[in-house]
């Protein structure tokens, strides 16, 4: 790779000079295109030629060139995220396959239509090309070719949840790239090794096969749009790290609050080892940020966008959450990107449901913000909807079934409709952060559906014609129930807790049946001394 990329780049001048008309044209182009598609710095040169060529008679090409010029067309388009005009190109060539007598430009065509595709979010289809490339360059026999392919399939398996596939594809590609310097496609096995420890929950792993795919990238200032996309993918592991240090610091300390066993031994380590993996992530988010704007991706830039998002949700910075995700949508907008339009959506969702949940709203109604937060969510699933991702699918069921479960609509039916479709999606892929929101998601139905009847009706502004004072009696009891389970059933620990009294609390739970008169004496004889 490095000698063949001397020897293109001494002779670049040349290629400034060719005509439609030159002997050999075609090929020429075409060599130029696949160079670029594997990471060459041409400066430019080959948008430059075709720039030019689109005003000439190319189509006064014999048929083997012209076909080669369409594929350099197809590579560049894709290179500029115009995935429907890449495949355009790419339609052609292979409707004519059968008269080219060219596998390798074939094999090509069917790989860089997967490679679109997938772009595209249609992965089903993208595997079907992939496959049908890779045999084409078996059979050539070009098996560093086909070795190549065979990573893109690798990513197209583990899209569709075949993890243990998608395993074996990558270590067959790598053990025949080993000894190569192919960087790109090197760098890319392992940025998909990180891809699947992220999605398994294995974090610190995830961050350390990204780190790898860094090192690999570092080789050739050209491909610092794959080094951009690990800065990325290292930045969302650490979040997801961070937010599982979170947890168990929350779970430790209710079961302190609760006085279970639990310590606060290396609380203050894992704070500032929580505080110190976001940093990081905002630093190299910050980095993608910076190569994306000289090496420009509406997708790679977008993906930063809902990066900064999310760390910024977790942190309660809603307006800078806000900010970003809506950058990240106007990105997907502009190049038709579901997948990028779907992940904002789902991020603008969550934001308005933490305004409700908080309700942060000012002037106006907080119920203005759960509706806000269900059409992004709705939005989020007709944009998956035109997707074969399984896993965006999931996660915009998931995030639509979060939001009907708040406050505002606490429509159980409908939220459990969501996350069964959600699970159905992820049938073969029940690990990793996305599975555990829709853990929590269903545990938060399961527990509505065991609600005191009359919460459930108040929580729909419904009374049954009752006065305000019986409202709120009625509640009373309830929440006191609720806080002396809680607290190990002890009076005085409730009335604690509420500041109210323990004769109140008493006569509170008397009335709901859970406690007797002969029940009461120890706990009286007690408070009375």
Not at 117 to 140: H, M, N, P, T
């Amino acid at each position: 790779m490095e000698h063949g990329s001397r020897v293109l780049a001494a002779a670049l001048p040349g290629f400034h000079a060719l005509t439609p008309s030159a002997p050999g044209t075609g090929f020429a182009v075409g060599i130029l295109a696949q160079w670029v598609a594997v990471g060459f710095d041409d400066k430019g040169t080959l948008a430059e030629i075709l720039e030019r060529f689109e005003r000439d008679r190319v189509v006064d090409l014999p048929l083997k060139e012209y076909v080669q010029v369409r594929l350099a067309q197809a590579g560049l388009y894709a290179q500029q995220e115009n995935a429907p005009a890449a495949l355009k190109h790419l339609d052609f060539i292979l409707a004519i396959s059968n008269d080219l007598a060219n596998p390798k430009v074939v094999s090509l065509a069917n790989f860089w239509k997967a490679r679109a595709l997938r772009q595209a979010g249609e992965y089903d289809s993208a595997l079907q090309f992939a496959q049908k490339a890779r045999e084409v360059a078996a059979a050539i026999p070009m098996p560093k070719l086909a070795a190549v392919i065979q990573t893109q399939e690798s990513w197209l398996l583990f899209q569709k949840g075949s993890t243990k596939e998608a395993v074996r594809a990558l270590q067959e590609a790598e053990a025949a790239l080993k000894d190569s310097d192919d960087y790109i496609t090197l760098g890319n096995i392992q940025s998909t090794y990180g891809r699947i420890a992220r999605r398994e929950g294995r974090y610190e792993h995830a961050i350390q096969y990204f780190e790898a795919s860094l090192d690999l990238f570092r080789h050739r200032p050209s491909l610092e749009g794959h080094y951009a996309r690990s800065l990325a993918n290292i930045a969302r592991a650490k979040r997801l790290l961070a937010a599982e240090w979170r947890r168990r610091i929350d779970a430790d300390l209710e079961q302190r609050q609760r006085g279970e066993a639990g310590s606060s031994a290396g609380k203050a380590g894992e704070l500032e080892r929580m505080r110190q993996l976001l940093e990081e992530a905002q630093a190299e988010l910050t980095e993608a940020g910076e190569i994306y704007r000289r090496f420009p991706s509406h997708h790679g830039s977008g993906n930063v966008q809902i990066g900064f998002s999310e760390i910024y949700l977790d942190a309660g910075y809603l307006d800078k959450a806000e900010q970003a995700a809506s950058i990240a949508f106007e990105l997907g907008m502009a190049k038709t990107d579901y997948l990028l339009m779907c992940r904002a959506r789902i991020a603008q969702a969550m934001i308005d449901n933490a305004r409700y949940e908080e309700q942060i709203s000012g002037t106006e109604e907080p119920g203005r913000f759960a509706q806000l937060a269900y059409d992004c969510a709705r939005e989020a699933v007709d944009f998956a909807e035109h997707t074969q991702s399984r896993r965006i699918l999931a996660r915009a069921y998931t995030c639509q079934g979060l939001v009907l479960m708040n406050g505002f609509f606490n429509d159980q039916e409908l939220a459990r409709s969501s996350a069964d479709r959600a699970e159905e999606y992820l049938s073969v892929d029940r690990h990793g952060s996305l599975w555990n929101d829709l853990q929590s998601l269903k545990q938060k139905i399961v527990r509505e559906s065991k609600l005191d009847p009359n919460l459930r009706a108040w929580s729909q502004g419904l009374v049954d014609g009752k006065s305000l004072q019986t409202v709120v009696e009625e509640f009373e009891a309830f929440l006191v129930s609720k806080v002396w389970e809680r607290e190990n059933r002890k009076v005085s620990r409730v009335a604690q807790r509420l500041s109210v009294s323990p004769k109140k609390v008493r006569r509170l739970l008397r009335r709901l049946g859970l406690v007797a008169e002969r029940e009461e004496a120890p706990e009286i004889h007690e408070e009375t001394f």
